[in-house]
């Protein structure tokens, strides 16, 4: 329902105010009274009309008094005023045009012509302040820290700010400002997608398949723009918000670009740091008191009722030694572990899964590495593999009825030159409805697998992240025929 326009009719004459009311009433406006000038300033001031109708002769405080004051008030200066009054001369005029007056409407006035006065009058004001709202909204994306470009259905960029320019490497002279083809610089017909695919990685590659989106499900999509991180800059991931336009509105929907990567990395690095000192510190934690059990088994044969003391009460600190380090891990923060260092030989990998099988709780471990790949590396560091590897075993155990799954790792040549690495559990498959899911940033599958968030998450959208950033891709799969899954990670290699 479009919005009813506010007039205040300023008059001390009841007629006066009756009269213009009557003639009105029919265009469903909201109308409001003041029966003088000191209340007509108070209820302009609450109501912040679009158009004050002001007598001119009032006592006390005269229609020029309250035009001029109304003028001096930041938030009623603009809103316009058409003086009514029976002093049809000249001088009269130039004295309310001075006052701040838009117009005059001499007593007695033509019906008509009072109501087309009105009509117009609103109408231009209603311009003026779109104009107004435009040119703020022009100013803030103009200015805005973060990419805007508008698009039509085709996919046709019409105008970037100058944010988005940077963001793909364009002269301030591409798609100007005043939203037409005149300043494109050789980009006319440029389509974002492609334009997006020359200088990121468009990921989830699933999710960019249907681009634009032709549903409001599939404009609510998580889609990422990736600059991989090469020796010489880091990452740089944008995240892409599509906004259809308004029904009625000209097929031209606005497109954000938004720098998430201080985002990803912080929940990146905090869940790497976790993960990586948790799994330092828990497995020979653990294995300490599994030893003091022991100790108390033999002990209770042979030892004094004070050593026997000693034993508990060392134990007992050790447990809540554990119990405090768990709370750290659940708050803590750290700086940044590295994706990228001076590559990692895929030669180390069987190092590297056989110190992790005697870490975790796998019942049986077997790596098949084609041997062209042992030849390879990979720009990921090896602190990223190992991470990488922990993570995935982890979820293994996790999620395993027993927690003591049997997994199978093979690494191969795909036909893209790029190294692949299946990991192969034997645990609980994932649900379908929550398969696509599970690599998306800020997702916790355990909450929808299995109705609680043990330890600290599934943890796979930051694995995700990592290969994204290298130039990889991820894969999660099912078993076809038996429970578990298998993870499959597609690796760039450094040559």
């Known amino acids: 329902m479009p919005k009813r326009s506010k007039i205040l009719i300023v008059d001390d004459a009841p007629a006066g105010r009756q009269t213009l009311e009557t003639l009105l009433l029919s265009k469903n406006y909201q109308i409001h009274f003041a029966e003088d000038g000191t209340t007509a300033l108070a209820k302009a001031g609450e109501i912040?009309?679009?158009?004050?109708?002001?007598?001119?002769?009032?006592?006390?405080?005269?229609?020029?008094?309250?035009?001029?004051?109304?003028?001096?008030?930041?938030?009623?200066?603009?809103?316009?005023?058409?003086?009514?009054?029976?002093?049809?001369?000249?001088?009269?005029?130039?004295?309310?045009?001075?006052?701040?007056?838009?117009?005059?409407?001499?007593?007695?006035?033509?019906?008509?012509?009072?109501?087309?006065?009105?009509?117009?009058?609103?109408?231009?004001?209603?311009?003026?302040?779109?104009?107004?709202?435009?040119?703020?909204?022009?100013?803030?994306?103009?200015?805005?820290?973060?990419?805007?470009?508008?698009?039509?259905?085709s996919d046709q960029i019409s105008y970037m700010n100058p944010q988005?320019?940077?963001?793909?490497?364009?002269?301030?002279?591409?798609?100007?400002?005043?939203?037409s083809n005149n300043h494109n610089s050789g980009c006319d017909n440029l389509k974002f997608k492609d334009m997006a695919a020359k200088f990121y990685i468009?990921?989830?590659?699933?999710?960019?398949?249907?681009?634009?989106?032709?549903?409001?499900?599939?404009?609510?999509?998580?889609?990422?723009?990736?600059?991989?991180?090469?020796?010489?800059?880091?990452?740089?991931?944008?995240?892409?918000?599509?906004?259809?336009?308004?029904?009625?509105?000209?097929?031209?929907?606005l497109i954000r670009l938004k720098d998430v990567t201080a985002e990803l990395s912080n929940q990146r690095n905090i869940r790497t740091f976790q993960a990586m000192v948790s799994h330092k510190m828990r497995t020979p934690l653990a294995t300490l008191i599994y030893s003091f059990e022991d100790i108390n088994r033999v002990a209770r044969k042979e030892a004094s009722g004070e050593l026997l003391g000693a034993i508990d009460r060392t134990k007992s600190e050790l447990i809540k030694l554990k119990d405090e380090i768990d709370d750290i891990f659940q708050y803590v923060n750290s700086n940044k572990i590295a994706t990228y260092g001076g590559g990692f030989k895929f030669s180390r990998l069987g190092k590297i899964i056989a110190s992790l099988k005697s870490d975790f709780n796998i019942n049986y471990i077997s790596s098949n590495i084609s041997s062209d790949v042992l030849e390879l590396s990979t720009p990921l560091s090896e602190m990223s593999i190992k991470w990488i590897l922990i993570e995935i075993l982890e979820n293994s155990v996790k999620f395993h009825p027993a927690n003591r799954p049997n997994v199978e790792i093979t690494g191969f040549l795909n036909h893209d030159d790029k190294v692949v690495l299946r990991i192969v559990d034997d645990g609980a498959s994932i649900p379908m409805e929550q398969m696509e899911k599970v690599w998306s940033p800020y997702y916790q599958v355990e909450k929808h697998f299995t109705g609680q968030v043990?330890?600290?998450?599934?943890?796979?959208?930051v694995v995700e992240s990592l290969m994204w950033e290298a130039g990889g891709k991820c894969n999660i799969y099912n078993r076809d025929g038996h429970t578990g899954i298998i993870v499959e990670l597609v690796m760039p290699v450094e040559r």
């Open 48 to 153: 912040i009309p679009d158009l004050i109708l002001l007598d001119v002769m009032m006592p006390d405080m005269d229609g020029f008094e309250v035009c001029r004051r109304l003028r001096v008030n930041s938030e009623l200066a603009e809103v316009p005023i058409v003086m009514v009054t029976v002093l049809d001369n000249k001088e009269s005029r130039i004295r309310g045009l001075e006052a701040g007056a838009d117009d005059f409407i001499t007593k007695p006035f033509d019906k008509e012509e009072l109501r087309a006065r009105v009509s117009t009058i609103l109408r231009l004001n209603r311009y003026r302040m779109m104009q107004a709202e435009r040119a703020k909204f022009d100013w803030a994306v103009e200015n805005s820290e973060e990419g805007y470009l508008m698009i039509n259905d």
């Open 202 to 253: 468009c990921e989830p590659e699933k999710n960019w398949e249907q681009w634009p989106p032709a549903s409001s499900e599939s404009a609510s999509i998580s889609r990422y723009l990736v600059r991989q991180e090469t020796t010489k800059s880091q990452a740089l991931w944008l995240q892409v918000n599509y906004l259809e336009s308004p029904a009625g509105v000209i097929a031209q929907h």
């Open 454 to 461: 043990p330890g600290m998450g599934l943890g796979l959208s």
């Open 164 to 179: 988005a320019k940077v963001y793909f490497n364009l002269t301030k002279d591409a798609f100007g400002s005043d939203n």
